[in-house]
């Protein structure tokens, strides 16, 4: 729950020091200073994705996992949750409620909050989330220089929504051999890169839609388990 905790209280202060701003942040420092995260991340990501050995198992969870997020299509359910958040509180009026949505959306819908929490519950390393601590504290002063004090409220979001992920993660860590961890972190961390890769504008990979193979490793287990 620590990186859980870190990003939640990266977000509070980011918007804290956002309020200070009233003409907002002007957009090349904000582009320069988000590629430069993004290299960070692309670094984490590939750190990440040596862990294990075993590229059958994570090329096997990738091509698995991606037929199968590709037919719920999450990236596209996701993005429709997106938008109805976004026109019903635009409907209510109120720059508080649009500040509190869009920051919620940006820094809670996505693989880098999924794969960030199940990792922090799982191995207990908080790497990923405290570099999307990083992103969403930045990300936080420019929303609450432009939308006010309700994108403060998005913290709670994060904790919450973060949270439950990562101690359902913690649950489940007790069956969990080692290299099926090393598999599941690989693979998320290869989502990662993709997130980066997005970040810098070089790919549009729907990252959302590869969540799916971070679990496939898992599955693998209990298959073998159940064979054997």
Known sequence: MLGVLVNGAAVAIGSSIGLLFKKGIKEKFRI??????????????????????????????????????????????????????????????????????????????????????????????????????????????IFASTYGVGVLFASVSIILYQGIIALSATMIKGILIASVVDNITAVGSLLIVGLGFNMLGMTKIKVANLVPAMFMPFLYQIVITLVS
């Open 32 to 141: 320069t200073v988000m590629n430069g995260l993004a290299l960070c991340v692309i670094l984490i990501g590939v750190s990440g994705s040596l862990k294990s050995k075993d590229l059958n198992s994570i090329i096997l969870s990738m091509v698995i996992g991606s037929i199968i997020g590709e037919f719920i299509d999450i990236d596209m359910r996701l993005q429709k949750m997106g938008d109805n958040l976004q026109s019903k509180f635009k409907e209510k009026g109120g720059r508080f409620s649009q500040g509190f949505v869009a920051a919620t959306l940006l820094m809670c819908v996505g693989a880098m909050s999924i794969v960030g929490s199940l990792e922090s519950g799982l191995t207990g390393n908080h790497s990923t989330l405290y570099a999307k601590s990083l992103l969403d504290g930045f990300a936080a002063i």
